[in-house]
């Protein structure tokens, strides 16, 4: 089964600061997900890469979030300048044999 | 716009009783559905999939039944353990790379 690990697991910011949380899957896999689950919530894609390039990115708000995709393996999602309505967790994933498996995510909390 | 939606937000079921969570799906061109369990602190875990060409798929106590006329979805664990409790999230692929757009999660809580 696909791992995925994620770093940090939690951080605490203050409103206008800037964040980035990485992406470490165990092994190489093509299509990787960024997706973001505020409390209470399902998951929302955020962005698909396949390789280094970027699938689909239409939800991801480009005035302040950035991601990239190092080699077609980890990952970086950045967060600048951070709102409050962006508390939520993290989650990565990979798909893997059509199933997606994902990381333990990283719990942003914006004050 | 499109969205996948769950009926009941919480779900309390005794220990040994067959559980039944429901989803309901606006997206008529959807074509793969997919149940997540998730537990607190952790990501979205797999538990079955299914096709549009199907409509009824199971697998280890899970059956995953798939109503194209009305739109419906539902998943029915049985004989539930404690272990079963958690938050389950019905999802549709978005695209063909497989993203996901998830509805937003029934809690199931078994007691004793």
């Known amino acids: 089964e696909a791992g995925v690990a994620q770093s940090p697991r939690y951080k605490i910011i203050e409103k206008r600061q800037s964040v980035a949380f990485w992406c470490n899957p165990i092994?190489?896999?093509?299509?990787l997900y960024w997706y973001q689950q505020i409390l209470g919530q399902g998951p929302k894609l955020l962005i698909q890469?396949?390789?280094?390039?970027?699938?689909?990115d239409s939800q991801l708000p480009k005035d302040r979030f950035s991601a990239e995709r190092l080699k077609g393996v980890d990952s970086t999602l950045k967060i600048q300048p951070a709102k409050l309505e962006d508390s939520a967790v993290y989650l990565c994933?990979?798909?893997?044999?059509?199933?997606?498996?994902f990381g333990p995510g990283t719990r942003l909390t914006v004050t | 716009g499109e969205s996948v939606g769950l009926h009941l937000p919480t779900l309390s079921v005794q220990e040994g009783d067959n559980s039944i969570i429901n989803c309901a799906y606006s997206?008529?061109?959807?074509?793969?559905f997919i149940w997540y369990k998730q537990e607190s602190g952790k990501g979205p875990q797999f538990i079955i999939d299914?096709?549009?060409?199907?409509d009824k798929r199971q697998g280890q106590r899970v059956t995953v039944l798939l109503n194209k006329t009305v739109k419906h979805l539902s998943l029915q664990i049985a004989a539930t353990q404690p272990g079963d409790s958690a938050v389950y999230f019905c999802?549709?692929?978005?695209?063909?790379?497989?993203?996901?757009?998830f509805g937003k999660g029934t809690s199931l809580l078994v007691t004793p």
């Open positions: 994933a990979i798909l893997e044999d059509y199933e997606q498996y």
């Open positions: 092994s190489g896999h093509a299509t």
């Open positions: 890469f396949q390789n280094n390039g970027v699938v689909d």
């Open positions: 997206n008529s061109a959807s074509d793969y």
């Open positions: 299914i096709r549009s060409n199907m």
């Open positions: 999802a549709e692929s978005l695209n063909s790379g497989y993203a996901l757009n």
